[in-house]
């Protein structure tokens, strides 16, 4: 299916979206990627979202991007004698470890680990940053508290830690199970959620072992300091704003969002900017207009592909969320200012041969008339280079391996198409100039510019480029053998 954009829109599944009628309308609409949110649902249902994703994919013909969402460990207050309390400013709070129920003096906090991490001064925000607490002195067991912003404060509401690094694996005993389980299923890529650190990365990727991409949600301040090693060991990076709109403040994350997204885009590994974007969306048919600049700036940005949450899964209006998506980026993309955004925020990079060759296609195709890029590639890495260029004209990304094909669903720009395999760059030159004419990308009397690795099927090895005509019986002569 393809779409009149280049960003992708990844829209997450849930009550309001888990029929096939309504998968079937959201990917229509403009879903290339759906997301599969583990914090909520069974295994059972996971797995009939997956199911009927895999349908409607064979129905249409294309390659639909499916990425499974862990929920990470998640740090919760206990409860509370009867009504949460209200805690007023300047007020002393204790959090402990002691399970009797709370009151408006303290309450539970059964982390110990956050109390190993503490020090004096640091802040603790419960309820999403509602109420804040600075932490006045602390032991193993408790840390005493001063009351900062306050308000009402009940049952197991999260807490966030910003100031320190917590001493927490990113994945939980249930996130663990679930990795396993999204695995065997045949997810392509695989959210790692409370991430600080590249060995958090590392570790998912050992129990993984190859059957997913790994994205990394950097949602956390310590993920933002170490981003760069993050982002070496990760295949692909989540912006989750929410956290970091409650660990930081909130006028930092503007220019944090700009940050990542174009270290994602100098690295040719994918970058998706979640949360909030359509909020309004969940309750209303219309967003409002600071939301609406709020995805077109994502756009100007570079960003591979802009996230639906709750606006998708649960709201009144998925539909039209995706729809609305699916129509900013359109007009975004059509602006002559964002191709001048996009080009002047290219990251020239020319240091392999590879490198050269996507650059090369890029350039020829942007000033020829050349009509697509058609790119051969076995793990996605030639499609991956040539999406970090940015070009004008659109990516055909041909493989003879759905998994990847899958994967690059998330990928801007790159229009995925399943292949045979070849073994002779002719061959590889013939089904790309038959899938450009089929798809509709050229006609018989365009051009195309192919890459390719010769020897075919050795991953990472863009070496071959050609300017071919879309004309068979031209692509003969010139190459008779």
């Not at 402990?96 to 640091?122: M, Q, S």
């Not at 700036?297 to 996230?307: K, L």
């Amino acid at each position: 299916m393809r779409r009149l954009r280049n960003v992708k829109i990844v829209a997450t599944l849930g009550p309001a979206s888990e029929t096939r009628e309504v998968i079937g309308a959201l990917h229509e609409a403009g879903a290339d990627v759906f997301r599969l949110n583990m914090s909520h649902g069974s295994h059972d249902e996971i797995r009939e979202k997956h199911r009927i994703i895999r349908e409607i994919e064979k129905e249409t013909g294309g390659a639909i991007g499916i990425l499974a969402d862990l929920q990470g460990p998640k740090l919760r207050v206990g409860v509370f004698e009867g009504v949460g309390p209200t805690l007023e400013v300047g007020a002393a709070f204790r959090l402990d470890l002691d399970e009797t129920p709370g009151d408006v003096n303290r309450v539970c906090l059964p982390h110990p680990e956050i109390f190993a991490a503490l020090e004096a001064g640091a802040s603790l925000l419960v309820n999403d940053g509602k109420i804040r607490l600075k932490v006045r002195d602390c032991g193993p067991d408790f840390a005493n508290c001063e009351v900062v912003t306050g308000g009402v404060i009940s049952n197991r509401k999260g807490v966030n830690v910003p100031d320190v690094l917590l001493p927490l694996a990113a994945l939980s005993e249930k996130d663990r199970a679930d990795l396993e389980f999204v695995c065997e299923l045949g997810v392509d890529w695989l959210a790692l959620s409370f991430v600080q650190r590249p060995e958090d990365v590392t570790e998912a990727r050992d129990l993984v072992k190859g059957r997913a991409a790994i994205l990394s949600k950097i949602e956390k301040p310590a993920a933002v300091e170490r981003f760069e090693a993050i982002l070496e060991v990760s295949d692909g990076i989540m912006v989750a704003r929410g956290d970091l709109g409650v660990e930081l403040p909130v006028q930092n994350v503007p220019p944090i969002q700009k940050r990542l997204v174009r270290k994602c885009r100098a690295a040719a590994k994918p970058v998706i900017v979640a949360t909030q974007m359509l909020e309004s969306m969940i309750e209303s048919p219309i967003p409002t207009r600071a939301e609406v600049s709020d995805v077109a700036t994502a756009i100007y940005e570079g960003a591979d592909a802009v996230m639906l949450s709750a606006e998708s899964a649960a709201g009144d209006y998925p539909l039209e969320a995706v729809a609305t998506m699916d129509n900013v980026a359109q007009e975004v993309e059509a602006d002559p200012t964002y191709t001048q955004i996009i080009e002047s925020s290219r990251t020239a990079v020319r240091t392999t041969v590879a490198d050269g060759i996507v650059a090369a296609a890029r350039e020829i195709a942007e000033t020829t008339d050349i009509k697509a890029i058609c790119c051969f590639t076995q793990s996605g890495t030639t499609a991956l280079l040539t999406a970090r260029e940015r070009p004008r004209v659109p990516i055909i990304a041909l493989s003879p391996l759905v998994n990847t094909a899958r994967r690059l669903a998330l990928s801007w720009g790159t229009n995925c198409i399943i292949t045979d395999g070849h073994d002779r760059f002719k061959l590889a030159v013939l089904s790309a100039a038959r899938s450009a004419l089929s798809e509709g990308y050229a006609g018989p009397e365009d051009h195309i510019v192919v890459t390719a690795g010769v020897p075919f099927n050795v991953p990472g090895s863009t070496n071959i480029l050609r300017v071919a005509p879309c004309d068979e019986r031209l692509i003969y002569a010139s190459d008779p053998e």
